[in-house]
């Protein structure tokens, strides 16, 4: 319960809009490409940023493309940026990042995961379906590189 006049530090986290920011789909050899037979070799490059939007607000987006050759021929490429709108208030400043690069794009990457798998599909390919992304690692990963290149460098004997 907060006194009268105290503001209210009750920490505040809320999917405001779940969007998809941007998308394409490229068949740069259709028609042709439909008559290869081989397995195709699928290559994912995903990436996740947030952005303040207003006091409060925040947009944050997972970029995921993935490419299919057979041989040095494209068959598709997709590019999906789904995206969200967070509220988060009261939430302390060392938290921050987590939520922002954890939390977030976890809630985001089954709708961009939806997004691939059905343009693929409606491109006459059979789904691709997306792996599920361990964002907590991914982050951990980014923390440790971050602090790999902040660490100044070792004196050199000689």
Do not use: H, W
């Amino acid at each position: 319960m907060t006194q009268e006049g105290a503001p209210d530090t009750t920490p505040v986290f809320s999917i405001e809009k779940i969007y998809v920011k941007d998308i394409s789909l490229e068949l740069p050899n259709a028609p042709q490409i439909f008559l290869e037979r081989d397995t195709p070799q699928v290559e994912v490059q995903l990436s996740n940023s947030s952005e303040p939007v207003d006091a409060g607000i925040f947009q944050v987006a997972v970029s995921v493309t993935v490419t299919a050759k057979v041989g040095d021929k494209t068959m598709f490429l997709v590019e999906v940026a789904q995206a969200g709108i967070f509220r988060l208030e009261n939430i302390p400043a060392t938290d921050m990042p987590y939520v922002l690069g954890v939390t977030c794009p976890g809630i985001l990457f089954p709708y961009a995961r939806e997004a691939v798998s059905d343009l693929v599909t409606r491109a006459g390919f059979p789904p691709v379906v997306l792996n599920p992304v361990n964002f907590e690692a991914l982050f951990q990963q980014r923390l440790q590189e971050a602090q790999a290149q902040a660490a100044p460098a070792s004196p050199v004997t000689q």
